[in-house]
């Protein structure tokens, strides 16, 4: 039974990939992920904010004092702090290549252009094998229109694109006014994957205290249906590689992702419920599954449920949208227990 797959011009071994996540952050993670199972990992990210704040403190440090004596040109940034920064992200990707046999895939999360962007570069230099572009923008000026958001991204993955070799793969929310335009607009910038979807994390209010506070809540699989619906629209129309994400916690996620038409199907939040095992758990379920059903490949599956090779292709579109709303009955079971 074949269970490998091509993604961003990389040959794994299987469709299971961890993505960026607080598990890659150690090198005993990385290591923990390949053994449990891995085909790749996505490193969690270094962020635009991260650099550009290192950049401002190196700026402080050559300029401070620069105006008080002849002596002020030997100030320098004390080198132990400068480095807990972009640079140790850097290190530990080669860190990273050394240590494991499977791709690693840096993630960049930014949403401006400028210098930051060369650390593309860097990843690429340091042993990366592709990189995840994580753009990550909530516009709240009112005179931003939503094109002005869309040339943004689109600004970004250029940058991004110019500065590397390897492939880019670009992470993103489905947002957009028309998502399929701007996944082919992307496709056209140079993008060489899209992963479905971004979760964009909501923040709270705490009522006891009056502020605002950060929640993160672990995804639950009925996050599926959104990525797995826009995968399912978009494959074979445009070319590029898919992974899905946001959801994916069980074989029959991971079968429904690749029959949908991805490449790869990342996962996070059940890794961090269960461990980086939890993957080989998964794929054997995955072998069993496929073997009874006479799968001899993931390749077989692979778009063999999106929306141009199934029966009733508008089930993915509007016309479903009455037929859901009528297919509601109520649970008998739950009325009588409220009896």
């Known amino acids: 039974m074949d269970l490998s797959t091509t993604y961003l011009g990389l040959t794994l071994k299987h469709p299971l990939v961890p993505s960026s996540s607080p598990l890659s952050h150690t090198l005993d993670g990385i290591r923990s992920l390949e053994d449990g199972g891995a085909s790749a990992i996505v490193m969690h990210s270094l962020f635009e904010e991260q650099i550009e704040g290192e950049s401002h403190i190196l700026d402080h440090y050559l300029n401070f004092g620069v105006d ?42 930014g949403v401006s252009t400028g210098g930051w962007v060369e650390y593309a570069r860097y990843m ?18 009112l005179q931003t229109s939503s094109a002005s958001v869309e040339e943004r991204y689109l600004d970004v993955v250029t940058a991004v694109k110019s500065q590397v070799t390897i492939p880019v793969a670009v992470k993103i929310g489905p947002y957009f006014s028309s998502f399929a335009n701007m996944a082919m607009r992307l496709a056209s910038a140079g993008t ?15 009522l006891e205290e009056l502020r605002v ?9 009925h996050e599926l249906r959104l ?15 898919f992974a899905i994400t946001s959801g994916v916690h069980t074989h029959e996620d991971v079968l429904k992702g690749l029959m949908a038409g991805a490449k790869v199907t990342m996962m996070a939040s ?25 799968y001899v490949s993931v390749a077989q599956m692979q778009g063999s449920m999106s929306q141009k090779n199934v029966a009733e292709p ?4 509007r016309a479903n949208y009455m037929k859901v709303l009528q297919s509601w009955r109520a649970d008998p079971t739950a009325v009588l227990l409220r009896r």
């Open 314 to 317: 508008d089930a993915f579109e």
């Open 227 to 241: 990525p797995l619906r826009w995968l399912a629209i978009l494959y074979g129309r445009v070319p590029v590689d």
């Open 124 to 141: 690429q230099e340091a042993g990366a094998d592709a990189i995840e572009l994580n753009i990550y923008y909530i516009s709240t000026d």
């Open 213 to 221: 506070v950060p929640n993160l809540f672990l995804s639950s699989q």
């Open 270 to 294: 059940e890794l961090l419920r269960y461990g980086p095992n939890r993957i080989n758990a998964i794929l054997e379920q995955l072998r069993v599954w496929m073997q009874e059903r006479e």
């Open 68 to 109: 008080s004596s002849a002596e002020a040109l030997s100030y320098f940034p004390d080198m132990r702090r400068y480095n807990v920064g972009p640079d140790a992200y850097l290190e530990k990707i080669r860190n990273a290549k050394a240590a494991v046999d499977i791709p690693i895939i840096a993630s960049l999360n």
């Open 192 to 206: 060489d994957g899209l992963v479905l979807f971004n979760r964009f994390y909501q923040p709270d209010i705490d």
